[in-house]
């Protein structure tokens, strides 16, 4: 019995698999690449919290100092009062005075539960 000839696979077919391949390879690289990338970055925000840690322990041992200071010359510490504050609306617009409403505007405070950032200063603490 004479050997049968093998077919060869269509033109198509033979592209379609070689550039799933090269997708596959692309894929692969990528994942290596962004696996790189998101170490560096975890190695990177790790000392930018070792850093602000230090730092913010920094200020706690000034401020004891401080306090400490003004106790043993008699005087008195004032404490830092807050630079900012969260404003958040917890009522509707039902039995709102006028007053009050505008306030609530001009803070853009239009829904319930919207929240905004506000810069403390005098008005603002009265």
Do not use: W
């Amino acid at each position: 019995m004479p050997a049968k000839k093998a077919v060869p696979a269509p033109e198509s077919a033979v592209k379609r698999a070689a550039h799933k391949q090269q997708q596959t390879d692309n894929f692969r690289k990528a994942i290596a690449a962004n696996k790189a990338e998101k170490k560096k970055l975890k190695a990177t925000a790790y000392l930018r919290g070792l850093r602000y840690s230090r730092e913010y322990r920094a200020k706690e041992a000034k401020l004891v100092t401080l306090r400490r200071q003004a106790k043993t010359h008699g005087n008195y510490f004032a404490e830092e009062k807050p630079k900012v504050a969260v404003v958040m609306r917890i009522r509707g617009i039902a039995k709102v005075a006028p007053k009050q409403r505008k306030v609530l505007q001009l803070l853009r405070l239009r829904q319930i539960f919207n929240c905004v950032l506000v810069k403390m200063n005098k008005p603002m603490e009265n």
